[in-house]
């Protein structure tokens, strides 16, 4: 059995135990409208966001995006938000009462996570839960491999590293 992730954080001296998890609140189409706009187009529950636009409607998801920790039995994991066209959000609503027959969609992260900055967009693939966990997300490789999001994903990240992202996410570094 591996060991559990555990740490003296360099910035506040706190020891910090289990696996790393940072979460967003709302994906950042949301966060960006004025309150007014967001009162009267987007509707944001702890798993779903809908926003109305006068121009189309917007789909996003709620979902966990898991970095393996070599060496740990537990990942490290960013809960974050995915978009969704309206096909595969009907389908996901439709999940909690029958197993999908596709599990799989397409969507974009939706969320900019600060420690890892880029100037793209994140495509991935979005896994239905049939045991009524969150969705989790698998971020597409590209030919040119610079998104080190992506790569810590596929790869996985050391425990120093894991140290670093958590604590950079706690202290806002």
Not at 71 to 83: M, R
Not at 147 to 163: K, T
Request: charged fraction near 25%; hydrophobic fraction near 40%.
């Amino acid at each position: 059995m591996a060991a559990i992730f555990a740490y003296q954080c360099s910035k506040c001296d706190e020891i910090h135990e289990g696996s790393p998890s940072f979460a967003f609140d709302a994906p950042a189409p949301y966060r960006r409208l004025s309150e007014q706009e967001r009162e009267a187009w987007a509707e944001l529950s702890d798993e779903l966001c809908v926003i109305a636009h006068p121009e189309g409607t917007q789909y996003y998801v709620r979902a966990i995006l898991e970095v393996p920790i070599h060496g740990l039995d537990e990942p490290f994991l960013w809960g974050i938000w995915v978009s969704a066209s309206e096909a595969s959000f009907q389908r996901y609503l439709d999940s909690f009462d029958k197993p999908p027959e596709d599990p799989i969609f397409f969507g974009w992260l939706s969320n900019l996570i600060a420690v890892y900055p880029t100037q793209k967009s994140r495509p991935a693939d979005v896994h239905i839960q049939t045991d009524g966990t969150r969705p989790r997300v698998v971020l597409h490789r590209s030919d040119e491999q610079s998104d080190a999001l992506v790569v810590d994903q596929h790869e996985g990240i050391s425990i120093a590293r894991a140290q670093q992202l958590a604590e950079q996410s706690l202290h806002g570094i």
